[in-house]
């Protein structure tokens, strides 16, 4: 897949003007893949448009419109959304750039907030993200995302349906309800990798062996990445409540997302602390282990130590050894032996060191 990235550089030769329109990572798509949604109490309709000119031929204002853009390496399509609906180049280049930090701000009227969409790979246990840019106006919501597919169905279906509140409501409803999906996936992927780090707990302490060091240290690195993704959207979430965008019928909503967000937060902390618990006490089982052999090595050692004396001395080539010249000289030696020997063990099993 194509890579693209912005040039990063001190000299004035290479950098690039604020503002400039240059997409800034991977290329996930061959053609951007435009849907619109139009709407209202009475009616609903759906379309998938091939060129993003005929977006504004069909927007009517007295309705509600949903435009979200799949694939963000085709510059000309966000260029033409910020000249047809007057967005400032800043808001252009941070829509381009994949990299961006969950924010939100305000641009000639227009709100522009971005964040990560989680997804969850129970097949092979690992979470994947995209960049998720929208830009809200008066009565259309623009989206953009790096890839075909999403987590946002659900608001779909709602849409389709009649009689919902999302028909009813704002285009900053909307924009709250997309938000919301998004931020419940979080917690929702929090909670599968939970389930996996609970199960950890008990093989850490049964059975600490490197396998398990491995899980550890790949939830750890996963866990610490949606730490990271999911933090700032606190203050972006604040950021759109305190807009105009935001009216009061929808305050209450807010209210139980900034609880969804805290909620997220919080687990993610807590499964984060489990994890250097779980690292500690691995850490702590496995220096036992080595103590416990260092200890038997030591027992070992010093139950030969008078072993090895004794051999040592009779082992000498000295002419005069007075107890060489004794019949049952052998067998003596080895019952002291193996008596010094019995008596040690006993000793040390008494002392409980056995």
């Known amino acids: 897949m194509k890579k693209t990235r912005?040039?990063?550089?001190?000299?004035?030769?290479?950098?690039?003007?604020?503002?400039?329109?240059?997409?800034?990572?991977?290329?996930?798509?061959?053609?951007?893949?435009?849907?619109?949604?139009?709407?209202?109490?009475?009616?609903?309709?759906?379309?998938?448009?091939?060129?993003?000119?005929?977006?504004?031929?069909?927007?009517?204002?007295?309705?509600?419109?949903?435009?979200?853009?799949?694939?963000?390496h085709d510059e000309k399509v966000v260029e033409?959304?910020?000249?047809?609906?007057?967005?400032?180049?800043?808001?252009?280049e941070d829509i381009l750039d994949t990299s961006q930090r969950p924010k939100c701000e305000i641009?000639?009227?227009?709100?522009?907030?971005?964040?990560?969409?989680?997804?969850?790979?129970?097949?092979?246990?690992?979470?994947?993200?995209?960049?998720?840019?929208?830009?809200?106006g008066e009565n259309y919501l623009f989206t953009f995302q790096e890839v075909?597919?999403?987590?946002?169905?659900?608001?779909r279906d709602r849409i389709r349906q009649e009689m919902t509140r999302i028909r009813a409501r704002t285009i900053g409803y909307l924009a709250y309800a997309l938000i919301d999906t998004i931020v419940d996936n979080y917690i929702y992927s929090i909670e599968q990798f939970g389930v996996r780090i609970e199960e950890i707990d008990q093989e850490v302490l049964v059975n600490p062996k490197k396998e398990i060091?491995?899980?550890?240290?790949?939830?750890?690195?996963?866990?610490?990445?949606?730490?990271?993704?999911?933090?700032?959207?606190?203050?972006?979430?604040?950021?759109?409540?305190?807009?105009?965008?935001?009216?009061?019928?929808?305050?209450?909503?807010?209210?139980d997302l900034f609880d969804h967000v805290t909620i997220a937060t919080e687990s993610i902390e807590t499964y984060r602390e489990l994890l250097n618990e779980q690292?500690?006490?691995?850490?702590?089982?496995?220096?036992?282990?080595?103590?416990?052999?260092?200890?038997?090595?030591?027992?070992?050692?010093?139950?030969?130590?008078?072993?090895?004396f004794m051999?040592?001395?009779?082992?000498?080539n000295f002419k005069y050894f007075p107890e060489l010249n004794y019949r049952y000289a052998y067998p003596v030696f080895w019952g002291v032996m193996i008596m010094l020997s019995v008596t040690m063990i006993v000793y040390f099993k008494r002392k409980k060191w056995l």
């Open 311 to 316: 051999v040592g001395v009779y082992g000498m």
């Open 213 to 255: 060091l491995e899980q550890i240290n790949y939830y750890k690195k996963q866990v610490n990445y949606l730490r990271k993704v999911i933090r700032p959207v606190r203050e972006a979430v604040f950021q759109f409540d305190k807009s105009e965008f935001v009216d009061k019928e929808n305050k209450n909503f807010l209210k």
């Open 6 to 72: 912005a040039a990063i550089s001190t000299s004035p030769m290479n950098s690039t003007a604020p503002g400039s329109l240059i997409f800034v990572g991977e290329q996930k798509m061959e053609h951007p893949i435009i849907r619109m949604i139009q709407y209202d109490t009475e009616s609903y309709h759906e379309y998938e448009l091939d060129e993003i000119d005929k977006v504004f031929e069909r927007m009517n204002l007295n309705q509600k419109n949903w435009i979200n853009i799949d694939g963000l």
């Open 80 to 92: 033409q959304v910020g000249k047809q609906l007057n967005l400032d180049p800043l808001m252009l």
């Open 107 to 136: 641009y000639n009227g227009h709100l522009y907030l971005v964040l990560r969409m989680i997804r969850y790979d129970e097949h092979q246990d690992v979470t994947t993200s995209e960049q998720f840019s929208m830009v809200l």
């Open 279 to 308: 690292l500690s006490v691995y850490h702590t089982n496995m220096s036992n282990k080595l103590n416990e052999i260092m200890r038997l090595l030591t027992i070992y050692s010093v139950i030969f130590i008078p072993l090895t």
């Open 148 to 155: 075909e597919g999403d987590v946002l169905d659900s608001v």
